[in-house]
């Protein structure tokens, strides 16, 4: 028998590519976030060595058997997985590497937590990510363990996110975390961070006066708009707020008025019960424009659209007020 007549042995690359593709999101989809972080060179790695997360760096050598390997296993990889990382690795994403593996990221979470996170910049840090460094980038999730950065944020980012305006804008949905005790400062702070503190304690400053605490770094705040970067839909803002802020950040709108933080949540107990424990629920808010009743529509003034039409020649309107009996005051409400 020759040798012809066998039937040729299967490999991976062999097979039809949906096939191939479907054994690729087997090895390479995550159930659980992946931490990453950057080596020197600025290549992405994987920073947390769980049992879930060895079986993804073991198949991620298949991302270098061949080009067409890479393509197919890299989108998945980068593309349907969840990507975690601290502030300070973060930074590496708008560095001059601009690695490949970032821009197949679609969704990132960052971890403001340590004491050298930024209070201010995170407005100018995802415009630089989106379209540039991170180009399929749909979600940028921010998570902190301090109100008062927290409020920043939320401070800064609803100034780059007009959710009144003509254009289309991400989404920003806030997710906060009510705590019994009153907020109590970090060991190590700053004058900017104590000058913070102070204002959200004022009853008559609002939440944006946060922003004139460093008036350098948040006056020329980028705006979001999705003609920049398509794709990039949300930015998610998830941390712990004290009883004593809640009021302030509820009754934050902008500077026209016409914005708000709209409650998505079923918790609608007012902050004066916040002592209940089951506000331990987290409480969801989305930025958005204040729904217009119709009551508020009638109440707007009748506008006589007539006064800005051109008065006719005065011989016309002589001929008008003979033939139909008419003063020229009846004439013009016409």
Same mark, same amino acid.
């Given at each position: 028998?020759?040798?012809?007549?066998?039937p040729?042995?299967?490999t991976?690359?062999g097979?039809p590519s949906?096939?191939r593709?479907?054994?690729?999101?087997?090895?390479?989809?995550?159930?659980? #976030?992946?931490?990453?972080t950057?080596?020197?060179?600025?290549?992405?790695? !994987?920073?947390?060595?769980?049992?879930?997360?060895?079986?993804?760096?073991?198949?991620?050598?298949?991302?270098?058997?061949?080009?067409?390997?890479?393509?197919?296993?890299?989108?998945?990889?980068?593309?349907?997985?969840?990507?975690?990382?601290?502030w300070?690795?973060?930074?590496?994403?708008?560095?001059?590497?601009?690695?490949?593996?970032?821009?197949?990221?679609?969704?990132?979470?960052?971890?403001?937590?340590?004491?050298?996170?930024?209070?201010?910049?995170?407005?100018?840090?995802i415009?630089?990510?989106i #379209?540039? =460094?991170?180009?399929?980038l749909?979600?940028?999730?921010?998570?902190?363990?301090?109100?008062?950065?927290l409020?920043?944020?939320?401070?800064e980012?609803?100034?780059?996110?007009?959710?009144?305006?003509?254009f289309?804008?991400?989404?920003?949905?806030v997710?906060?975390?009510?705590? !019994?005790?009153r907020?109590?400062?970090?060991?190590?702070?700053?004058?900017?961070?104590?000058a913070?503190?102070?204002?959200?304690?004022r009853?008559?400053?609002?939440?944006?006066? !946060?922003?004139?605490?460093?008036?350098?770094?948040?006056?020329?705040?980028?705006?979001?708009y999705?003609?920049?970067?398509?794709?990039?839909v949300?930015?998610?803002i998830?941390?712990?707020?004290?009883?004593?802020?809640?009021?302030?950040f509820?009754?934050?709108? &902008?500077?026209s008025?016409? &914005?708000?933080?709209?409650?998505?949540?079923?918790?609608? =107990?007012?902050?004066?019960?916040?002592?209940?424990?089951?506000?331990?629920?987290?409480?969801?808010?989305?930025?958005?424009?204040?729904?217009?009743?119709?009551?508020?529509?009638?109440?707007l003034?009748?506008?006589n659209?007539?006064?800005?039409?051109?008065?006719?020649?005065e011989?016309?309107?002589?001929?008008?007020?003979?033939?139909?009996?008419?003063?020229?005051?009846?004439?013009?409400?016409?």
């Open positions: 028998m020759s040798q012809a007549s066998f040729a042995e299967a991976l690359a097979i949906e096939t593709v479907e054994i690729f999101k087997q090895l390479l989809q995550s159930d659980h #976030p992946l931490r990453i950057f080596s020197a060179d600025g290549y992405l790695l !994987l920073a947390d060595y769980d049992e879930g997360v060895r079986e993804i760096m073991k198949s991620s050598g298949l991302l270098r058997v061949s080009k067409s390997f890479f393509t197919e296993a890299s989108t998945i990889l980068y593309a349907t997985n969840n990507f975690v990382m601290k300070s690795a973060s930074v590496a994403l708008v560095s001059e590497f601009k690695m490949s593996a970032a821009k197949s990221l679609r969704h990132l979470k960052i971890e403001c937590n340590q004491v050298n996170s930024p209070t201010f910049g995170l407005a100018r840090f415009d630089g990510l #379209p540039s =460094t991170a180009a399929q749909r979600q940028v999730t921010i998570d902190f363990n301090d109100e008062v950065k409020l920043a944020c939320v401070a980012l609803t100034k780059a996110v007009t959710s009144c305006g003509a289309k804008v991400p989404i920003l949905e997710v906060v975390f009510p705590r !019994l005790k907020y109590k400062k970090p060991v190590e702070t700053t004058p900017e961070h104590n913070m503190v102070s204002t959200l304690r009853r008559t400053k609002k939440l944006d006066g !946060l922003l004139q605490t460093a008036e350098s770094q948040s006056n020329d705040i980028n705006m979001f999705k003609y920049t970067a398509p794709e990039f949300k930015i998610k998830v941390g712990k707020i004290a009883k004593e802020f809640l009021p302030k509820e009754a934050h709108t &902008c500077e008025g016409q &914005c708000e933080m709209r409650n998505l949540s079923n918790t609608q =107990t007012p902050v004066a019960n916040i002592n209940d424990p089951m506000l331990k629920v987290p409480r969801r808010y989305v930025w958005a424009k204040k729904a217009t009743t119709a009551a508020a529509n009638n109440a003034p009748e506008v659209m007539r006064r800005w039409l051109p008065r006719m020649p011989e016309y309107a002589a001929e008008l007020l003979t033939e139909f009996n008419m003063t020229m005051e009846e004439l013009y409400q016409l």
